[in-house]
């Protein structure tokens, strides 16, 4: 259904044993957004995420992907790909293999995973990693093949977890930039969750407040410095740069404040390039 929204989440509950870690959560994703999933440790952020993968349940209300219900579709039906914090490469696994993992569980047929493998080695820059494993790569890389490996079935949607979190800091804003070229590129969704205001207020195209496990405020990275809507927006806005940013410029154009990843490592990475 090509003009179907990417995610419909009508609220969705989640609770383990009686704690209620997602609370009535509803939140609209339109075709090729990027969503930035923002709040602190414990809010529920990651028990969403798992909920739009499949691999947990929402024991109330929908989830829709490309306008069709998918609460009872298993995880690899879902059009969706994720990528964790930690990336989850499996160990004994070489870099090609891993890759290919995905195209594999869907049993395609051999000759198309390996040609398919290979032009995403290419597309990422880890050809020359082919035959190594997981611990011998850096930080870095072990994101790129992480990346490739998500993005090989070529899913609607791709769920990050703190994507960056376990990168060093002299890497991420690179690593940063490149993931806002591929998902520009590519045009899929990125939901991604982080607890980092910066990163949410300056990657997102909308940015989804949590807090305690509730959406606080969704909007535009601007609407949600400008109008923050609870005490605690406000103090989330206002300890980002990016708010500050806006806030000292007192800009009347606020679009014009908002701080875009620049194009310099475009053609660096990713499958349709
Ligand atoms: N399998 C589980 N069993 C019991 N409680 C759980 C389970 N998974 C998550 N929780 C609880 O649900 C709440 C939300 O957890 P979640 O992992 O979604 O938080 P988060 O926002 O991703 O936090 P962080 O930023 O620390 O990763 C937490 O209180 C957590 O302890
Ligand atoms: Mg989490």
């Known amino acids: 259904m090509a003009g179907e929204p990417d995610l419909e989440l ?6 383990f044993a009686g704690f209620t870690a997602v609370r009535r959560v509803s939140l609209v994703v339109d075709r090729g957004q990027f969503v930035c999933l923002l709040g602190p440790s414990g809010c529920g952020k990651t028990t969403t995420l798992r909920m739009i993968a499949g691999l947990e349940t929402a024991e109330e209300g929908e989830i829709r992907i490309a306008g069709v219900r998918v609460n009872d ?3 690899w039906q879902r059009d969706i790909a994720m990528m964790f914090q930690d990336f989850a490469l499996f160990p004994h696994m070489t870099v090609a293999r891993q890759v290919g993992f995905g195209l594999e569980m869907l049993r395609r047929p051999a000759a198309e995973i390996r040609r398919r493998v290979t032009d995403s080695l290419a597309a990422f820059d880890i050809g020359a990693l082919a035959d190594r494993k997981p611990d011998t790569l850096s930080g870095g890389q072990k994101q790129r093949v992480a990346l490739a490996r998500a993005l090989i079935t070529e899913p609607r949607i791709l769920l990050l977890d703190e994507p ?4 060093d800091y002299s890497l991420r804003e690179a690593v940063m ?24 207020f300056s990657l997102g195209d909308r940015v989804v407040v949590m807090n305690h496990a509730r959406i606080e405020q969704v909007g535009a990275p601007e609407d949600i410095a400008e109008r923050p809507r609870t005490r605690f927006v406000v103090w989330t806005a206002t300890t980002s740069v990016f708010a500050r940013r806006a806030a000292a410029s007192s800009s009347p154009a606020p679009t014009s404040a908002r701080r875009r990843p620049a194009s310099r490592h475009r053609s660096r ?5």
Request: hydrophobic letters at 35%.
């Open 269 to 273: 990475c990713g499958p349709h390039s």
């Open 10 to 15: 009508i609220d969705i509950t989640k609770r």
């Open 164 to 167: 960056i979190g376990s990168l």
């Open 177 to 200: 930039l490149e993931l806002r070229d591929v998902q520009r590129r590519l045009g899929i969704s990125f939901i991604w969750v982080t607890h980092d205001q910066n990163e949410a």
């Open 73 to 75: 579709t298993p995880p």
